[in-house]
């Protein structure tokens, strides 16, 4: 059986989370501060006057979460938001500068908002361990990064993760690297990982399916407009609900098209609060909750694969040859994932390569001799 509830606890901020808790309503900021400082505290005044429970950021640059490399590898021919783009320009556009992120933390204390953020490389769990945050996020994308999970797992720090694209046996091997470096307390989202995601795609029905099969907490990432999928999903037991917000949609950027503006987010807040309040039943009549509902749902659906490429692999970041040592000077784990899953990167240290290797070109198990 999953923990029932547990208590975060950040400066003079207490929050218990659970099963017999109203459910913790994250505001994610993402790239929708459009580079301005005012504009990121801005959103989180609006996260405060909304209701929400918390903010939550990313902590990367462009510079560790991918290579500046502009070969057929790093350029977006997907057909979503970002296709022509590179992920080195896409992620400089949409990181939150470092600089900001204890200043941001300690106002959103002063506003009664927990913050805290999702980490995607080791040198930014460092960093938000200085920042003493309570808890961290781990992207969808990154269920796989197994060094950062380890890494993650070692601060022993509550952990909330997303779980779109996974496979059972993704989401069982991250949770079994958490627990085992000492993660206290995990959260999964059911997340479908689309951009925007469309509401025959969320097979919310996941959600107590994924308490029931991994013995924890569960909740619910969205990517979908409206609110109904929050309200569907407090209905289900969801005890997270995590919304992306804007100021204004019309001011564009990377996650415009999927994020609520102010009032929306009220709205959201106000109506999951009924739904705890008065014990509203879900209403599998209802259309719209139909089409949501959907089924218990694993892996990629269709749309979702095509995204697949965002999750990280281990890379070539400097020109290797034939018979030299593999080290952590010359390979690196970054996205996108054309290379071998992270799982392996310990695994190929201090191997040889087989073959000379060029600069930005994924590692493939090939290319170490055996």
Excluded at 1 to 22: A, C, H, T, W, Y
Excluded at 267 to 291: F, G, M, Q, Y
Aim: hydrophobic fraction near 40%.
């Amino acid at each position: 059986m999953p923990v029932q509830e547990f208590e975060l606890r950040q400066g003079k901020l207490k929050r218990k989370i659970g099963q017999n808790q109203s459910a913790f309503i994250i505001a994610e900021m993402s790239a929708n501060h459009h580079q301005s400082y005012d504009k990121a505290l801005e959103i989180i005044d609006a996260a405060a006057a909304a209701g929400a429970d918390a903010v939550k950021l990313q902590t990367y640059t462009a510079d560790t979460i991918t290579l500046n490399c502009e070969n057929e590898f790093f350029v977006i021919t997907e057909d979503n938001l970002w296709k022509g783009r590179t992920l080195y320009s896409l992620y400089k556009e949409a990181h939150t500068p470092w600089e900001w992120q204890p200043k941001l933390k300690e106002y959103a204390e002063e506003k009664g908002l927990f913050l805290f953020s999702a980490p995607f490389d080791a040198t930014a769990v460092d960093f938000l361990e200085k920042m003493n945050v309570s808890l961290y996020k781990v992207s969808s994308f990154e269920v796989v990064h197994i060094p950062l999970l380890k890494k993650i797992g070692q601060t022993k720090k509550p952990v909330i993760m997303s779980t779109g694209l996974c496979s059972k046996e993704e989401i069982a091997l991250a949770i079994q690297t958490l627990k085992q470096a000492g993660c206290p307390n995990i959260i999964l989202l059911h997340c479908i990982s689309s951009y925007p995601a469309k509401p025959e795609e969320m097979n919310l029905a996941t959600i107590p399916e994924l308490e029931k099969n991994f013995s924890v907490l569960s909740g619910l990432s969205s990517h979908v407009p409206g609110t109904e999928d929050a309200v569907i999903a407090t209905q289900l037991g969801a005890c997270v609900i995590e919304k992306h917000l804007i100021i204004l949609r019309d001011e564009g950027g990377p996650d415009a098209a999927f994020s609520l503006e102010p009032q929306e987010f009220s709205a959201l807040v106000e109506k999951v609060r009924l739904v705890e309040k008065e014990n509203i039943s879900i209403d599998k009549t209802n259309p719209t909750t139909k089409t949501m509902l959907g089924t218990p749902s694993y892996g990629p659906g269709e749309e979702e694969a095509k995204n697949i490429i965002f999750r990280p692999s281990i890379w070539v970041k400097e020109d290797v040859k034939a018979g030299e040592i593999l080290s952590k000077e010359n390979i690196i784990i970054r996205r996108p994932n054309n290379g071998l899953t992270p799982k392996h990167f310990k695994e190929v240290l201090g191997k040889k390569a087989s073959k000379d290797l060029e600069k930005c070109t994924p590692l493939k198990m090939y290319c170490v001799e055996k």
